[in-house]
């Protein structure tokens, strides 16, 4: 079974998705590397990605495939990256889907998947391409696909079944926030379970998978839809807090998805989403649009935290 495999580097098994990015994800609950500006990937924009997919590139014909050629210590791949050509070129990319934070294609008798941390750009001939890039389609009709990594990403080329990453298998099985399988019993359930218990509401929400596709990107706007703060006590929750996490778990993700994804990441053509975010990097130092208070971001489980002190009490 083919492993992830970074150039020159050792292979990772499946418990380290993302190698060293995710490395520490397990013992300190780090959902991204707080390090530099990175594509996040989460559901909403990994369902704007797949549906735009579907627009632009399905029934295209791939005619060459560039992999590697701005090489990146930090980039993912499946096997031998320079076997994608062999693999690739000549199929035609059948449907995009959205498996939690992941973005795949169906190629014929292969899948393409992208992780978080990986941006996605299409363009029509004679439009500017990016300088790096760590993989590039060209169709037939010379319109391109570009995946560029900034700081760490998977690209996985593989046959299906052949692939045995723990977190998209786990993504494959486990239903999606906006999914009927993800019902209030459901999600109560799972903050019911002891060991759920002495958690805060971020490490509840976005770390060991428990929501596929939910990370610290989009759990700050729903957390302050709650009124949740993010290093609350799962055991601190009163059932009405409870049933409003569910409810706005639900409605965040869904009205991120249908405007376009957030406005602090980009869509497949480059424009960023249209889906105004409450509480990110963007609004730090602002009045919350609920009480005016300032909104404040402060260090928490190896990444940033966006809150209102006033609506959200710790």
């Given amino acids: 079974m083919a492993e992830a495999v970074a150039p020159g580097k050792k292979e990772y098994g499946s418990e380290s998705v993302f190698g060293l990015a995710f490395f520490m994800v397990e ?58 050509a062999k693999k690739l070129a000549g199929k035609t990319i059948e449907k995009a889907s959205a498996i939690a934070g992941f973005v795949e294609l169906k190629i014929e008798d292969v899948r393409l998947a992208f992780s978080d941390g990986v941006q996605l750009l299409y363009a029509q001939q004679g439009e500017q391409f990016p300088k790096k890039h760590q993989l590039l389609i060209r169709f037939m009709d010379h319109s391109f696909l570009a995946a560029s990594i900034r700081m760490y990403g998977g690209i996985w080329c593989f046959d ?19 999914a009927e399988g993800f019902s209030e019993d459901y999600f109560l359930k799972m903050m019911a379970n002891e060991k759920m218990l002495k958690l805060s509401a971020k490490a509840f929400l976005a770390t060991e998978q428990r929501i596929p596709g939910l990370g610290n990107g989009i759990l700050q706007d729903i957390l302050f839809e709650a009124g949740i703060h993010p290093k609350r006590k799962l055991n601190t929750f009163s059932m009405k807090e ?38 990110s990097r963007k609004t730090v130092g602002q009045p919350c649009p609920k009480c005016g208070d300032l909104i404040r971001k402060e260090a928490y489980m190896g990444g940033s935290i966006y809150y209102c002190p006033s609506c959200q009490k710790e």
């Avoid at 299906?160 to 099985?173: Q, S």
């Avoid at 869904?254 to 975010?277: H, I, S, V, W």
């Fill in 27 to 84: 013992n300190a609950g780090i959902y991204t590397l707080n390090m530099r500006r990175c594509e996040m990937i989460e559901l909403p924009e990994a369902m704007v990605l797949a549906k735009q997919c579907n627009q632009a590139i399905a029934g295209k014909k791939i005619e060459e495939i560039l992999v590697n050629q701005s090489p990146h210590k930090l980039a993912w791949f499946v096997g031998d990256p320079e076997d994608y």
């Fill in 160 to 178: 299906p079944g052949e692939w045995g990453n723990e977190y998209y298998k786990i993504a494959k099985v486990k239903p999606s926030p906006l």
């Fill in 242 to 279: 409870k049933r409003a996490l569910y409810h706005g778990s639900l409605a965040v993700i869904k009205a991120m998805a249908e405007q376009n994804g957030r406005d602090t990441e980009k869509d497949l053509f480059g424009n960023p989403g249209g889906y105004g975010t409450a509480m």
